[in-house]
């Protein structure tokens, strides 16, 4: 990690942690997440929550059921990995953490050229998010402890296709550490 770095934690909330689109298999990874947050915290490196923030009839309610709907209990992110003071919060309404969002123009500011990407789930919102990031010319790391999956052949297939398509980084959060 140095100085042109930033940490993105997407979607480490609690209906998806403990509540509507409960995933169990994503409740191993909150440690980890929680080590790298430690680790970029003391070396300066930003933090930036990328967040699920949907309106009541938001039209992704067609494909899932009712979930992160902005200003619930169930948008809110895990007290586990609660943001600290310099931290970031970016809402979301899609996949993408840079769909209409205020992701890049962050990032610019910040002089951010590489992302480690963390967060849920795997082959949803952290590839399309890894894409994105791809087209708008970033690095991106993922570290293979700090993202789930609904089954270990998704995450196993999800990794594939974005180090294949987007050249992300899949390592060990040791090696970033």
């Known amino acids: 990690m140095d100085e042109k770095t930033a940490v993105i934690?997407?979607?480490m909330l609690n209906d998806f942690l403990y509540g509507k689109l409960k995933c169990e298999r994503c409740h191993r990874i909150?440690?980890?997440?929680?080590?790298l947050l430690v680790s970029a915290r003391e070396r300066g490196i930003p933090v930036i929550y990328v967040c699920d923030a949907h309106k009541k009839n938001d039209n992704e309610f067609k494909k899932w059921p009712r979930h992160a709907?902005?200003?619930?209990r169930g948008a809110e992110i895990i007290?586990?990995?609660k943001p600290l003071k310099g931290d970031y919060i970016i809402k979301k309404t899609r996949y993408s953490?840079?769909?209409n969002t205020e992701l890049e123009k962050l990032l610019k500011k910040l002089n951010v050229e590489c992302l480690i990407i963390t967060g849920i789930l795997t082959n949803i919102c952290v590839?399309?998010?890894v894409a994105d990031a791809f087209f708008r010319d970033y690095k991106t790391i993922i570290p293979k402890e700090c993202t789930e999956a609904l089954s270990d052949k998704i995450k196993k297939d999800s990794f594939?296709?974005?180090k294949d398509?987007?050249?992300a980084n899949i390592i060990s959060i040791e090696d970033i550490i």
């Open 30 to 35: 909150i440690p980890c997440i929680d080590k």
């Open 69 to 72: 709907v902005e200003g619930t």
């Open 165 to 167: 398509m987007y050249n």
């Open 9 to 11: 934690v997407i979607d």
């Open 127 to 129: 590839q399309h998010t």
């Open 79 to 81: 007290s586990e990995l």
């Open 97 to 99: 953490g840079f769909f």
């Open 160 to 162: 594939n296709f974005m």
